[in-house]
């Protein structure tokens, strides 16, 4: 048998708020989206939640609720998905890949700096692999920050939930993701107007006024399951942390993430390692050969798609990092063939 390197953790409370959804006969975004967007926006500190159909959505409208327009340009990091790049040539603007810094493998701030014009718009900051980063040196260079919490919902900066930093913050409820719902995704900001935009433009039927907008509403059923797994992350993260602990026994300074600083609290979503002396594709050849599925963290760096682009550091993770399987579903078993390849591999480094 295969460990996978993720499966979904349900239980008989998302399918019983699965089934009461359907037998209310009201399926479209309603009550439980209204439940959703209130619970998150409240569990990382913002004052309104506006939920959408998916991540990339998400960042597309919060892109144009910014403001950012043809021709302005946003600041991304390259060791990412492509969403991003997906989200901002959605509002044809120019993405501009910076790289990340080789602490907390998220964007690097000198790097933000350094590629930051009169043309900047906005910088959308994810907080990689459930590790955050240093976004609070990019929020003070005065340019709007979208923060990316698709993969770090749980995790703190200082004691402060990820999320409650950015001008506008991201989520996600994809299959694999933290709070995983199969799709969706969700908005949150502070500023009342932003909202009341973002209310309006998620949906175009019945309206007042005629212009551009988009289909981008969450139901009711995917909602139902987000609001479950919501209410089951400590128990996520407390299973999270148990497998994390036995690989960390094996691996120790092997561990990229989570990074060991109190100020930067990981919600152990990822458990990313390298080895000295063998490539990322050698590590996960050797995986497949022994019934474990480990992967890149990315698939491909986005500016790698490119011609003419040079980000060292990125460039130099992909080539070497693998993501472990560490998810709550993961059976004892699961956990023990796992750690039997980390001593195979890693313990005599």
């Given at each position: 048998m295969i460990v996978p390197h993720y499966r979904p953790s349900f239980s008989i409370r998302e399918i019983t708020a699965v089934r009461d959804v359907i037998d209310s006969g009201h399926i479209a975004?309603?009550?439980?989206?209204?439940?959703?967007?209130?619970?998150?926006?409240?569990?990382?500190?913002?004052?309104?939640?506006?939920?959408?159909?998916?991540?990339?959505?998400?960042?597309?409208?919060?892109?144009?609720?910014?403001?950012?327009?043809?021709?302005?340009?946003v600041i991304i990091p390259a060791y990412t998905?492509?969403?991003?790049?997906?989200?901002?040539?959605?509002?044809?603007a120019i993405p501009v890949f910076a790289d990340i810094e080789l602490k907390y493998w998220n964007l690097d701030p000198g790097d933000v700096k350094r590629k930051m014009t009169t043309k900047t718009k906005a910088v959308i900051f994810p907080h990689m692999f459930g590790q955050p980063g240093k976004i609070l040196d990019v929020?003070?260079?005065?340019?709007?920050?979208?923060?990316?919490?698709?993969?770090?919902?749980?995790?703190?900066?200082n004691d402060q939930p990820a999320g409650r930093f950015g001008s506008v913050s991201i989520g996600s409820f994809y299959a694999?993701?933290?709070?995983?719902?199969?799709?969706?995704?969700?908005?949150?900001?502070?500023?009342?107007?932003?909202?009341?935009?973002?209310?309006?433009?998620?949906?175009?039927?019945?309206?007042?006024?005629?212009?551009?907008r988009v289909n981008a509403k969450m139901n009711d059923i995917t909602a139902s399951i987000a609001l479950e797994q919501l209410?089951?992350?400590?128990?996520?993260?407390?299973?999270?942390?148990?497998?994390?602990?036995?690989?960390?026994?094996v691996l120790k300074d092997r561990v990229l993430i989570p990074v060991r600083d109190s100020g930067f609290q990981s919600n152990l979503y990822r458990c990313i390692v390298s080895h000295p002396e063998k490539t990322a594709e050698e590590l996960i050849q050797?995986?497949?050969?022994?019934?474990?599925?480990?992967?890149?963290?990315?698939?491909?760096?986005?500016?790698?798609?490119?011609?003419?682009?040079?980000?060292?550091?990125t460039e130099s993770a992909w080539k070497k990092q693998v993501s472990l399987p560490i998810f709550p579903d993961m059976t004892d078993f699961e956990v023990n063939r796992v750690n039997n390849f980390l001593k195979q591999h890693f313990s005599q480094l």
């Open positions: 975004q309603g009550k439980r989206v209204a439940e959703l967007e209130f619970a998150l926006a409240e569990f990382i500190e913002k004052k309104f939640g506006i939920a959408v159909s998916s991540g990339t959505s998400a960042l597309t409208l919060a892109l144009k609720a910014l403001k950012v327009l043809p021709g302005d340009e998905c492509t969403a991003l790049w997906h989200a901002v040539k959605a509002v044809d929020i003070d260079f005065g340019v709007p920050v979208i923060e990316d919490i698709a993969q770090s919902i749980g995790a703190q900066i694999t993701k933290v709070i995983g719902a199969g799709e969706g995704g969700i908005i949150f900001t502070n500023d009342k107007t932003l909202e009341n935009y973002l209310r309006d433009v998620r949906e175009y039927d019945e309206k007042e006024t005629l212009f551009p209410r089951r992350l400590p128990e996520f993260t407390a299973r999270r942390k148990q497998i994390f602990k036995q690989y960390e026994s050797l995986g497949k050969e022994n019934g474990i599925t480990l992967r890149k963290p990315v698939y491909k760096p986005i500016h790698m798609y490119f011609k003419g682009n040079n980000l060292k550091n």
